[in-house]
Nanobody, 121 residues
Framework: QVQLVESGGGLVQPGGSLRLTCLAS????????MGWYRQPPGKRRELVARIGSGGTTNYADSVKGRFTISSDNAKNTEYLQMNNLKPKDTAVYYC???????????????WGQGTQVTVSS
């Protein structure tokens, strides 16, 4: 069984920074990509950033230049550095990974439980 666990959310003032961490654990053979999604109050879940196993990244336009996604493949961990946070960044942030479990030939989307980020003065 595979688990994704996020940490690092919290309350921050506008202009502040937070770093989210996601650790993937369990019977993992390969991780093909990892990403961060968010769901603002009353809205649909949306992509924030993704990183491929080779390091290729892509970002939502709303966070370009402010957020940076990175990963440590040896530790099955990804990070989201969020700078110059704005109230519109308030959301539950979810970790996502495309994982191939050990002794299988298929891959699937795994999700964390979410961590709350609130940007408010």
């Amino acid at each position: 069984q595979v688990q994704l666990v996020e940490s690092g959310g919290g309350l921050v003032q506008p202009g502040g920074s937070l770093r989210l961490t996601c650790l993937a654990s369990g019977s993992i053979s390969s991780i093909y990509a990892m990403g961060w999604y968010r769901q603002p109050p009353g809205k649909r879940r949306e992509l924030v950033a993704r990183i491929g196993s080779g390091g290729t990244t892509n970002y939502a336009d709303s966070v370009k230049g402010r957020f940076t996604i990175s990963s440590d493949n040896a530790k099955n961990t990804e990070y989201l550095q969020m700078n110059n946070l704005k109230p519109k960044d308030t959301a539950v942030y979810y970790c996502n990974a495309i994982i191939r479990p050990v002794d299988t030939l298929y891959s699937y989307d795994a999700w964390g439980q979410g961590t709350q980020v609130t940007v408010s003065s």
